[in-house]
């Protein structure tokens, strides 16, 4: 994906996307190397990356199901880091998770 960031345009691997939130009106993409920061709207970002592996857990966070290494009460957990994940939300990243995680094996 290309993304124009803070210093300029910037190629960005969706394999290497752990989870997106968004901080007032920055988006900031935390990859495995770095956090990349981008003006743009969550909604904006769901709708260009269109692939089964992001999901929209909560108003503030998209994640990618590919790094997912538990759930614990209603957190989900990526890489050492706790995001949250709203509760009308639950079923369905439940059901998307599975989907994901059928397709790796």
Do not use: W
């Amino acid at each position: 994906i290309l993304l124009h960031g803070e210093t300029g345009f910037q190629r960005v691997k969706l394999n290497d996307i752990l989870y997106v939130e968004t901080i007032g009106r920055v988006l900031a993409l935390h990859t495995r190397e770095r956090v990349f920061r981008v003006n743009d709207t969550l909604s904006n970002l769901e709708k260009q990356l269109d692939d089964p592996r992001f999901f929209r857990c909560h108003r503030c966070y998209l994640i990618n199901l590919y790094y997912v290494d538990g759930l614990k009460d209603s957190d989900i957990l990526i890489h050492q880091v706790s995001l949250p994940l709203s509760r009308y939300k639950r079923k369905e990243f439940e059901d998307a998770l599975m989907y994901v995680m059928g397709e790796m094996i």
